[in-house]
């Protein structure tokens, strides 16, 4: 149901009714967000709490004075239950870098919105906490040892126990207040955005700008770097990272002196912090709300803990010599016990239809030569099945997506059983005639499908083109 008090702030804004009202996709907080289409069209928010909804529209008003981009509060309930906030577009800066996440290369206008982004956070923890009353922040004003044991312990009890790992608690606790230590000796009167990563940060006229910032508190700028750099679900490779991480240095100066090695050596503390939070998650998530896409998601988290010891962490002897044993569990090592990963595959008939990857000799072969061909005209001889005019001739001839409609329907059965059996492997492939258009533009599609409908990793080979790509696992689903 809309609420009516949303309507009636947009007629008391605008002075008439809103065209139509559409409820949008639930975020993960209890907050309802509607669009409210007319002139103009503004974003109505309903909240459960009257503490979150305070902060938020505190921050708001107070980061807009800052001049920091941010949807401006056009109207609010007085209860401050309800209220209208600028509309921002329809596009997060997750789904802008789509391409880059799921391919693992980044287009160079998906790392020119990384490094607006980049260049921005420091004005936001500097700037925005100039003049800022943290007391409006909710639902803790400041980054303390209280809720830094909190996630370390979400680690312990979620994860750490699930492993059936045999560990000495008391042992591990003193290091776990160690590392509390260590943390809050970078406390700063800087204003810590503490969920800044790509799901909230929205893209408009090509700049970034900021969004679901009522969690913030005061704490140290390490945190954001760690959180957004090191985010699982935005892949970035090791060289993008820290290029970003230079972007951000670059303009932390404009703020503060820094002395780089100091900064990587106590970054390096918020990056395992943070990666102890997220196998936390997933366990909670995976092994006892039983969803597979969270456990598929843990090994790729265990290759980034391993990545972070390679110097070792003097400072917590135990735990640090716990997570070289975590590491190195059976479960974790061993691939044969990876979940499943789909390989899809286009190639031309002319050159022999492709063995399976995995041994297994099975999977499917789908034949794409009865869709009407675009490679029978000059024009897109010289283009592939993932170039726009190619894509665009086949979706508005129509044949390629009632083709696939079908192969999805077979391929999605197969791949749910896979995943309840416990197979580690499944071959999708597309023949045409040259390998170029049809099958090229169909394995694509397939991939990103089984990707983001299932979550598992795809292989994607465009053979006759020498393109290989990995699709990781994902845990959003």
Known sequence: MIPDELKKLYVACTGHAPIAIEEMPASGSNRRYFRLTGEPTLIGVSGESLEENRAFLYMARHFADKEIPVPRILACSDDEMFYLQEDLGHTLLFDAIEKGRLGGEFSEEEKQLLRKTMRLLPKVQFA?????D????????EFNRRSILWDLNYFKYCFLKATGMDFQ???LEDDFRQMADVLLQNSSDT???RDFQSRNVMVKEGEPWLIDFQGGRKGPYYYDVASFLWQAKANYPESLRQELLQEYLTALRDYQPIDEETFHARLRHFVLFRTLQVLGAYGFRGYFEKKPHFIQSVPFAIANLRQLLMQPFTEY???DSLLRRLTTLK????????PLVVHVMSFAYKKGIPEDPS???GGFVFDCRAVHNPGKYERYKPLTGMDEPVIRFLEEDGEITTFLEHARALVDASVKRYMERGFTNLSVCFGCTGGQHRSVYSAQHMALHLNQTFGVEVRLTHREQHIERILPARSDL
Do not use: I, T
């Not at 943290?134 to 004003?141: G, K, L, T």
């Not at 479960?331 to 990876?338: C, L």
């Open 128 to 132: 925005g906490a100039e003049g800022m």
């Open 134 to 141: 943290f007391s409006h922040c909710y639902p803790q004003p």
């Open 169 to 171: 608690e008391d042992r």
């Open 191 to 193: 204003f810590m955005y």
């Open 317 to 319: 002897p135990y735990l």
């Open 331 to 338: 479960q974790f090592a061993d691939s044969k016990k990876q």
């Open 359 to 361: 041994g297994n000799g």
